[in-house]
């Protein structure tokens, strides 16, 4: 059995003298590209800066993209346009703090298929996706179909 690992570094420096003030912000690097992040807004960072929980929301997003454009090229279907508007839901009085949520809206427009075969294959996909698959958050889809 084959292992697969994955790996990042996150930097910081700085000082906490105190927790009103000192930075969120810090840098990520993944293999030769690195990403400025901080916190969220609500929890005292950079609002221009992405954060953790988008990256996360994203990463499920591009996980089901993934996923979904190989079992549709493993099936003969066409896929000529996917976009996704997906949600991470983090409510106030969950315990612990987390996302509970992510909703994904693929908008998918496919060539000479019908509908209920890219509903299938997204279907498909989405067990397939090792982002979902390795969450607590509940993810769901609520695609939009078009077929040409």
Known sequence: MTTHDYT???TWS???DAYETYSRRHEVRLGDSSIDLSAAAEFRGDSALPNPEQLLVAAASSCQLLSFLAVAAHAGVEI???RDAAT????GDARPMRLTEIVLR???VA????TTVVERLLE???RQCYIAN???AVVTLEPEITVR
Not at 88 to 91: A, D, F, S, V
Not at 111 to 114: E, R, W
Request: proline share 8%; no cysteine.
């Open 8 to 10: 990042s570094t996150v």
């Open 14 to 16: 700085g000082r906490t």
């Open 80 to 82: 000529i346009d996917y």
């Open 88 to 91: 991470g839901i983090m409510p």
């Open 106 to 108: 693929p908008t998918i």
């Open 111 to 114: 060539q000479g298929t019908t």
């Open 124 to 126: 498909k996909a989405h």
């Open 134 to 136: 390795s969450l607590t």
